[in-house]
């Protein structure tokens, strides 16, 4: 639980004391010719004003100074220090911000209350400075605070107070990350968020799975399941602490609904034969999936109240991996009715189905970023697996990555960036990548082991 | 009578004179485009202008004869003792069958010098006794000087130049201009080439050139906009000082809303501060810049 409050910019330093102005008639009467006087030179000023369309730019991440974080008390210090690096660490990866150097300040901060020395900021090319405090409270709770400055214009723009328990302090480092990153680019941060994936242990013929869970910058790692079973594809639910996701038991493969906060776990349905490929509707309600049909699989939508199993496929051809799009009206899915496995898109309460995939190879995986504007694919063209991403309507599809194997895209829950996991082949196992939507930026995220299958969760807060 | 004469005229007035004003031809107004200043220079003036002139004085005081060095004859006394170490022939058939052809042609008169005189090696000596001392085969003597002599005759001939480098001055255009300004109170800062609208005079190119290289440069607009780029358009408008400095602050004319909007507006707000001093702009030319509005359009940023 995390408790928020404003923080108001401070007093500005007052630069000029304020003029009070005594008017005579004279004066008026001086005072209203001027004005007029104005009236008649403005249009000719601004026949001479210079209009000038900038129509290109430099796009590149924003130099941003992060000074550590100043302690309460002593003792949170430490606390506060790691607040501030994670705050930094954080920034960098996104690839939108470049941390400055500590070593290259020229100003100490010594109190978060009082305006930045902006001239000793413009020096070393901060365009952003945040400063932050963190403080324990007598009754035990954490304070924490920032403020974002604009050097250049010398202003304010953004100030929080956060409070909350001290093992909570990472998460405030995010949540502070994710409100620096909304308020110089303008969309939802993704840093207060977390990831489930498989980890996998031991040689390549004896693999241990275990479903696992982190924070997206891959610290906290918790393992959810023993490894005793094989466990595939996991999934968040956009609303609750619930992970949906595939095991090998004993017997056929079945989907489970894993609550993460109480460790309770219950099957998705008892039907004959293979269900596999699970994934939540945007309400959380639903969870649509495939199951098997003799050599075929179609794809079904399960009611989690009802338990109701509804049809939204019915061909003679494998139809998995269906994701919804975000407003909950359409899905997109892979069949192979067509001969080669291609991404498809249909109402989401069946019918007909468009394809929108042309590409040379073979399309899988398909899934609707959280944003709307693309679906990412894993695509398998001349022995090579690439991650890409095209328009809904199959436009503008890009490759991102393209190698031995990437497989599993999965949104960050603003929808630039993407994780995925790429297995170099070899004894070596897989491990997990980012890169944002546009094909840069590409960054290893470590986990403890070898790492497979991510799914990005939505913002926790 | 007179009466239904009096409206006949009166009505035929009013439709002749609606006539005219509804059917005038009205002026097919194009718009105007703003004049660039431009000067006709032909292409006979273009030669004449960059065309060299032979005898142009000041280049034949500093000429120096560059065939000084060329026509310095080479001391034959370097080739003598290597023509004497050689051994001594006795026979006159074999002196002139070991004479090698390569040798130069110096060397072998002293080696017939030294040999038993025949009437050949005589008659060779008498020759080579009226003749200079010097090979044959060597570029015949220069003498600079005469040639200098000789251009200075030549130059003496001729009538005078007509064209003197150094006095491209005098050859300008030193009559009063005759074109008349607009009358007025207060006289127009700029120049009226032609346009209706007589505001023609502009920053130059370069100028404008420079000042959307800087604040392309500076301008570093959220990735985000590029799904959208038309709803985050921003124009601010800037004020100037003489010494190149904002005037205040920048004044953002576009209005939206949102935490995008507000994000794009600060890009453009930072690069329009941080390309301070605007000292890409010309002293001469501040009326025309001491107001600027600058219109950032993402369109095309991102691939467009």
């Known amino acids: 639980m995390v408790d928020r409050r404003i923080l108001l910019m401070p007093q500005m ?86 941390p400055i150097d500590p070593a290259a300040f020229l100003e100490k901060i010594a109190n978060v209350d009082a305006v930045p020395r902006f001239p000793d900021w413009r020096t070393i090319n901060a365009q952003a400075l945040a400063t932050g405090r963190v403080t324990r409270q007598s009754d035990g709770r954490l304070k924490a605070e920032f403020r974002l400055w604009d050097v250049l214009a010398g202003q304010q723009l953004a100030g929080q107070q ?56 891959g610290a906290n790692v918790r393992y959810l399941t023993r490894g005793d079973e094989l466990v595939l594809t996991p999934r968040f639910s956009p609303s609750t602490q619930e992970i949906t996701y595939m095991a090998y038991g004993q017997g056929d493969p079945r989907v489970y609904l894993l609550n993460i906060e109480t460790g309770q776990r219950e099957i998705v349905g008892n039907f004959p034969g293979m269900s596999f490929a699970p994934r939540f509707s945007p309400d959380g309600q639903r969870v649509v999936m495939s199951l098997q049909e003799g050599s075929n699989s179609n794809i079904f939508v399960m009611d989690l109240r009802s338990k109701a199993m509804t049809r939204l496929t019915e061909t003679p051809a494998i ?75 199959g436009s503008g599809e890009r490759i991102l990555t393209e190698g031995f194997h990437n497989e599993g895209p999965t949104f960050a829950p603003n929808g630039r960036v993407i994780m995925f996991f790429r297995d170099p082949g070899g004894t070596a196992g897989p491990s997990l990548f980012t890169i944002d939507v546009g094909g840069r930026n590409e960054q290893r995220i470590a986990t403890p082991s070898f790492a497979s299958d991510p799914a990005w969760s939505p913002l926790l807060s | 009578m007179k009466r239904s004469l009096a409206i006949s005229g009166i009505a035929h007035v009013v439709v002749l004179g609606w006539g005219l004003v509804a059917f005038a031809a009205r002026p097919n107004d194009a718009p105007q485009a703003e004049p660039l200043p431009v000067e006709f220079v032909s292409a006979t003036e273009f030669s004449q202008l960059t065309a060299g002139v032979k005898n142009a004085p000041k280049v034949l005081d500093d000429a120096k004869p560059l065939a000084d060095k060329v026509g310095d004859p080479k001391p034959v006394k370097q080739l003598a003792p290597k023509v004497a170490d050689k051994p001594e022939i006795t026979t006159d058939s074999a002196a002139h069958e070991s004479k090698p052809e390569s040798k130069p042609e110096k060397s072998e008169k002293q080696k017939d010098a030294k040999a038993k005189p025949d009437q050949i090696a005589d008659a060779l000596k008498k020759d080579e006794a009226k003749k200079p001392p010097k090979p044959e085969k060597k570029p015949p003597e220069f003498k600079p000087d005469q040639i200098a002599e000789q251009l200075k005759r030549d130059e003496a001939k001729k009538p005078p130049s ?142 467009g």
């Open chain 1, 13 to 98: 330093p007052s630069c000029r004391p304020t003029k009070f102005l005594h008017l005579s008639r004279r004066g008026v009467l001086s005072l209203g010719s001027a004005a007029l006087a104005g009236l008649i030179v403005d249009p000719r000023r601004a026949a001479a004003a210079v209009n000038l369309d900038i129509t290109q730019a430099n796009v590149q991440p924003m130099p941003i100074a992060i000074p550590d974080f100043l302690g309460g008390t002593p003792g949170d210090n430490e606390t506060a220090q790691g607040v501030s690096q994670i705050i930094t660490a954080n920034l960098k990866r996104s690839g939108l911000f470049a």
């Open chain 2, 162 to 303: 007509k064209f003197d480098a150094n006095q491209v001055a005098a050859l300008l255009d030193h009559r009063d201009p005759q074109r008349q300004l607009a009358t007025a109170e207060t006289l127009n800062g700029s120049v009226n080439l032609g346009a209706q609208g007589g505001h023609a005079a502009q920053l130059s190119q370069s100028e404008l050139d420079a000042l959307r290289a800087k604040l392309i440069s500076l301008w570093n607009p959220p990735p985000a906009v590029s799904s959208n780029p038309d709803q985050y358009i921003v124009t601010v408008h800037i004020r100037l000082t003489r010494d190149h400095r904002l005037d205040g602050q920048p004044e953002v004319l576009s209005n939206g809303e949102g935490p995008l909007f507000e994000a794009t507006r600060g890009s453009a707000v930072r690069a329009v501060l941080q390309a301070q001093p605007y000292d890409m702009l010309s002293q001469s030319t501040y009326d025309l810049w001491k107001d600027i509005t600058l219109t950032f359009n993402p369109r095309e940023v991102f691939g």
């Open chain 1, 162 to 217: 956060y409070f909350t328990t001290p093992d909570n302090w990472r998460r405030i480092a995010h949540i502070i990350s994710d409100a620096i990153y909304e308020r110089l680019t303008g969309e939802k941060g993704y840093f207060d968020s977390r990831v489930v994936f498989i980890d996998e242990t031991g040689p390549p013929e004896h693999r241990i799975k275990r479903l696992a869970i982190m924070d997206q910058d």
């Open chain 1, 319 to 393: 139809d998995t991996s269906p994701s919804y799009s975000p407003d909950g009206a359409r899905l997109c899915f892979e069949s192979d009715r067509g001969g080669h496995p291609q991404i498809y898109v249909m109402a989401a309460s069946g019918g007909s189905a468009q394809r929108i995939s042309f590409g040379e190879g073979s399309y899988s995986t398909p899934v609707w970023s959280p944003r709307g504007d693309y679906i990412a694919f894993t695509r398998q063209a001349e022995g090579k697996f690439a991650i890409g991403v095209m328009k809904p309507d």
